[in-house]
């Protein structure tokens, strides 16, 4: 199979007007995952976990058949662990709700990176706000690398808790989380992964990673919208307090309190989203058979393309790594002189989309000293043409906005 076979499953894809490189916003999903959403609600739709019907039973069997699904896909020990989610963001926020609050104190620390998303840095600021921890940060080189000593020293005997994203979704690279958790480990604090950009692209174990909790969105790895996935270690999220309250989290409930059911369920308060469970399932699926090692050497195909053809444009600067296998195929850039959001308009003129601003990072952008960028994001399925169209089309810019070169 090549990447145009793959390119035949994506429906959204066979609009020959469009190029899509915004995939690290979200991906495109396949006929699969339609499929499976679409089988759920024809054939299994009930309210999964309640009812002793067939129907309901065969809704909780699908629901537990993607919680394996995912289990697998991410190594963890058990179901147990697999907590579903709407998305990345919720399942950093239960962490930092449930986890955060109930573990720390004043005079302890937090320290995420320069690089975080707002989702892995926001949350951390309401639990330094409401417990007097102290928020520390791990600056980066412009290149994005986390230096041994950065680590070393910021995480120290105070740090409690450390938030690191595993790629970057503005610089792509891939940070040293084995180094990360080992110091963290060493000093007794746990670490918290934001895989949102790592998920979708490479293999990701959490028992080799050792990391204590994980997050990911499904809809950036071709998966439906509003179905996540937060990963926890099993005898953290055991004496973890829930982070919503209310129906199907519970054992029993009297009119002074409550017994809480057992994990996962503990956290999934509310109708879970079976369908959206069903697609990410079918999405894994898909990824799989595609399988990381062809979609890592696709990317990087892609990555090297885009960043070779940008390095002869004047006046274009692509942030972060030289290096096209430290980016996860995530080239983000500036045009000297235009802003992004024109260059994103220019694109899309084109017929080329892009994602343009502060790319929900905004700490980072203004340690580089770069106000906004515009970022093309690549998936296995886009092709060496669309990347030779949008290197074509960023290097006509300038001179569409008046300058002379
Ligand atoms: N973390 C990172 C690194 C991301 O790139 C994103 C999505 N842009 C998120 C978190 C948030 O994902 P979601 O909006 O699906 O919660």
Redesign the pocket.
Known sequence: MTASDYRKDFPLLQNEDTIYIDN???AQRPQAVLDAVKVFYETENANPLRGFYPLSLKATESCENARATVRDFIHATSKKEIIFT???????NLVAYSYGLSHLKAGDEIAVTIM?????LLPWQMVARQTGAELKFMECETDGTLTDETIQTVINEKTKLVAV?Q???VLGCVNPIEKIVARAHEVGAVVVM?G??SVPHMPVDVQKLDVDFM??????LMGP?GI?VLYGRKVLLEEMPPFLTGGEMIDSVTREGAVFAELPYKFEAGTVNAAGAAGLAAAIDYLNQVNFDFIQEQELALTQRAMEGLAKVPHVHVMGSEDPANHTGIISFTVEGVHPHDVSEILASDGIDVRAGH???QPLLTYLGVHSSTRASFMFYNTLDEVDAFVKSVASIRRRMGYEE
């Open positions: 690290a916003a979200t709407r998305n990345t963001t919720e399942g950093l975080e998303h707002h989702s892995n994203a790629v970057s979704n934001d949102a950009q997050a990911f969105s499904g809809h950036k919208m996540g790319h929900c990072a």
